[in-house]
């Protein structure tokens, strides 16, 4: 039966959320409160994330790229997953509110084909402050004003049997809903449980493998076939 695994970046496969640290190491003014906004449903996140760039000025495109790069790290276990998954033809799918211009650098050193596909916002750098673009809207199925949408872009690649989807947030919900398999974090495992939607705890991508390389869904999708026929 064939897999697919659809993870979320920020706070996921980075141990923090880069664009919470980006806003705490530059603290333009009323960050937070844009922040709140956007956690009580208040603000869409497409706005918020907009509205929280938009006090960034562009000219400080290298400096946080240098900050992130120097802050960010990958949860553990993140290139082992990657690496079995890739040995075993099952698609990675990365889906992220984040912005291209620092996830792209912190994944450049895992190679490209470990990726079905990267999932993100672009931003443009034209004076003076940076504007988010989005590559990647709401289709008609989603009223959410997502930014990057998740589901809308778990409608339009490649299906699979068993969906598994990775998060740690409230923007990772509607993704989970629509999953076979979740793996939850923080927020979100707090809002799965609270809404009774099953979902498996985790720390690090270690804990995620283990139990793909056991669940009953998932195991054969995750046996490497050395003696067989596959190349
Ligand atoms: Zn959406």
Known sequence: MSVR???D???TMTVTDNILMIMEHYNPPNWRSIV???MRGTRSIRDGVGSLFSLIPSALREDIVRTVMDKATLRPGVLGLLTHA???GVPFYVVSGGIDFFIRPILAHIPPS???GVYCNSASFDPPTITITWPHPCGDACTDDCGMCK???MRHVPFAHTTIVIG???TDYNAAKQADIVFARAHLYRHCLAHGVPCIAYETFYDIMDTLV???RTRDAFTLHRLGGRS
């Open 5 to 7: 695994i659809f993870c």
């Open 9 to 11: 970046f920020d706070g």
């Open 36 to 38: 709140e906004d956007m």
């Open 86 to 88: 890739h040995a075993c």
């Open 114 to 116: 470990y990726f079905a």
């Open 151 to 153: 589901t809308t872009v």
């Open 168 to 170: 740690d947030s409230i």
């Open 214 to 216: 056991h669940d009953a």
